[in-house]
């Protein structure tokens, strides 16, 4: 893998402010690693044109027109159906075919896990790919799996998010034996709806993930597990409350800080401190999630990612190829044991 | 209403600090509330021992013996069913007689909500009772219903919640017209689990709220919407994200100031600001929450209430029998009008 670049099919079209800013991120990743081709999908005058306000190695980034865009509003089964041509269902084709290692879109979340599924195509064994973000934690990051489109989960479906997180905690984050929790409203077994009951007795017959019990929302944060398991809603809902609490205290704060004359005076002697504090607590530093269980890296960054972003993502898909995490989950469910 | 007392019902050993926490916070709110006359459930010696360590109007807090305590991790059913003598199961049963206008307590969520159904029992047309705490938003508070222990809820029992949030958001806490959102996973209809689906079309044609849509849960905290319908499992989830991302984010505040001698003075000068600031945004202050659709009041305050969170929950107590809130559900519920 070292030896030969990593080839990266990137939707040029996905995010709120594409092309300009996966051209951009795009030119940054392959100026920053030499390890890596992008395959950029889109309108082929709208990349040219953003591509022209570059200086960049141009045997590294490879146009591919696409004449159609998906747009996050739309349907995503009906999207992935009826625009074969979009920028965003010919990277996943690109990755099927073999001619590129990853995916990465900034675009419609639904549409890249429903063409993930049935473009891509899910690992022999693997009931349902399930994404699984990396979220900040007070001891460093925890994975939150599953935070896909897949809602109405079932307890079998539940298990294998739990080992798809742990291989990939332990494979690609590299934690040692990392601990898996299960999300819910008690620390008690007991406690729970019927897909939480039915999981719990199941992931504690697991032998080859560290279950570590139940979980509550309220010690997610604080580092409580390595891998956070539950249904796509529930991983929804934590991830978005992530986002919407840690803003309103962020403006909370700054509103505060800038009071009065007095108030901003500290202010000034406070600000660095206080950045370098919570800057871990952002959830843009860490980046694309990977669609897990898919017979090939598919990776979603979020709609408003910055060319920094852009750039570390397609980093990131480098580092995940070379990790090994498909040929890991391929061996892990190939065979068909579910212990 | 305001020519008699108000008679409270109160668990003396239910939460983390009781009885000496319950007792003084009983003493501070006849104290400070002339309108309210507590009867303290529990064993009678400890009781007594408490108050014996204050100056107090004797005719207003009136010691009620019961030999049993129900803790925290007991399965609620049993518990309310084996402890007949439990200051719990005796304080529910005083409102359920008329002896009390209203009940609460600081211990077992769970024998709470069980006890409040199967004790003082659902109002006639009430499927379900839902607990619903105000939660604290950058506009004011919302009022999130449900927070109990009732999973896996039906669409039909979400659509009285909406209405119950709306009554009681109108009603108790003044919001003209309260505003009302489901919690899905994304803003379109279309989207969400199967219980989302079904409930978002029954909740556009209730004539009786001002429903708005799904609300996404990174809105929430920014005070999207007055009232904020979900299952008992979200709830639980949105509530403890609150608690648990907010005190991260206090504790990364707090060691960011405490870095080194500079960070200390800047520190020293923002303090009272950040804390003005950010003081409406913890929980704490919002005190008890209502078990909402009981044939009398049933409220629930948490377990690591301090002495002034009793005394504030208790005079909450007198203000929501005034409100008449009860009353209104019934008349609400009674007439079956389900639309």
């Given amino acids: 893998m070292s030896e030969r670049l990593c080839r990266i099919a990137f939707d040029g079209m996905g995010g709120d402010?594409?092309?300009s800013v996966t051209v951009a991120g795009a030119v940054a990743a392959v100026r920053?690693?030499?390890?890596?081709?992008?395959?950029?999908?889109?309108?082929?005058?709208?990349?040219?044109?953003?591509?022209?306000?570059?200086?960049?190695?141009?045997?590294?980034?490879?146009?591919?027109?696409?004449?159609?865009?998906?747009?996050?509003?739309?349907?995503?089964v009906v999207a992935v159906h009826n625009k074969k041509d979009s920028s965003l269902v010919k990277a996943l084709y690109?990755?099927?075919?073999?001619?590129?290692?990853?995916?990465?879109?900034?675009?419609?979340?639904g549409?890249?896990?429903?063409?993930?599924?049935?473009?891509?195509?899910?690992?022999?064994?693997?009931e349902r790919p399930a994404l699984a973000p990396v979220i900040p934690t007070e001891k460093?990051?925890?994975?939150?799996?599953?935070?896909?489109?897949n809602v109405d989960a079932r307890a079998?479906?539940?298990?294998?998010?739990?080992?798809?997180?742990?291989?990939?905690?332990?494979?690609?984050?590299?934690?040692?034996?990392?601990?898996?929790?299960?999300?819910?409203?008690?620390a008690e077994e007991e406690k729970g709806n019927s897909l939480v009951k039915e999981t719990y007795p199941l992931l504690k017959e697991c032998r080859d993930i560290n279950f570590i019990g139940n979980i509550e929302a309220r010690d997610i944060s604080a580092g409580a597990a390595?891998?956070?398991?539950?249904?796509?809603?529930?991983?929804?809902?934590?991830?978005?409350?992530?986002?919407?609490v840690a803003s309103t205290f962020y403006r909370l704060l700054k509103n505060a800080l800038m009071k009065?004359?007095?108030?901003?005076?500290?202010?000034?002697?406070?600000?660095?401190?206080?950045?370098?504090?919570?800057?871990?607590?952002?959830?843009?530093?860490?980046?694309?999630?990977?669609?897990?269980?898919?017979?090939?890296?598919?990776m979603k960054t979020h709609g408003s990612c910055d060319v920094t972003e852009v750039r570390n993502s397609l980093i990131q898909c480098r580092e995940f190829v070379e990790s090994g995490i498909t040929e890991r989950f391929e061996k892990l469910f190939g065979d068909k044991s579910e212990d």
């Fill in 226 to 244: 390595d891998v956070i398991v539950c249904e796509a809603f529930t991983g929804n809902v934590i991830l978005k409350m992530y986002e919407g």
């Fill in 94 to 109: 690109m990755v099927k075919r073999g001619e590129c290692d990853a995916y990465l879109s900034a675009g419609s979340t």
């Fill in 156 to 186: 079998s479906q539940l298990v294998q998010f739990a080992r798809m997180g742990s291989a990939y905690s332990e494979n690609v984050l590299g934690v040692k034996d990392p601990t898996v929790a299960l999300v819910n409203i008690g």
């Fill in 111 to 126: 549409a890249t896990l429903v063409g993930g599924q049935i473009i891509v195509g899910r690992i022999a064994g693997v």
């Fill in 17 to 19: 402010d594409a092309p």
């Fill in 140 to 149: 460093g990051v925890s994975v939150l799996i599953d935070c896909g489109a």
């Fill in 260 to 298: 009065n004359t007095v108030s901003k005076l500290g202010a000034l002697i406070v600000k660095p401190y206080i950045k370098d504090g919570i800057k871990d607590f952002t959830m843009s530093k860490y980046g694309a999630a990977p669609l897990l269980g898919c017979r090939g890296l598919v």
């Fill in 32 to 76: 920053d690693d030499k390890g890596i081709e992008i395959h950029i999908t889109g309108i082929e005058e709208k990349l040219r044109e953003e591509l022209s306000k570059h200086e960049y190695d141009r045997d590294r980034i490879i146009v591919v027109p696409a004449s159609e865009v998906i747009e996050t509003a739309e349907p995503p």
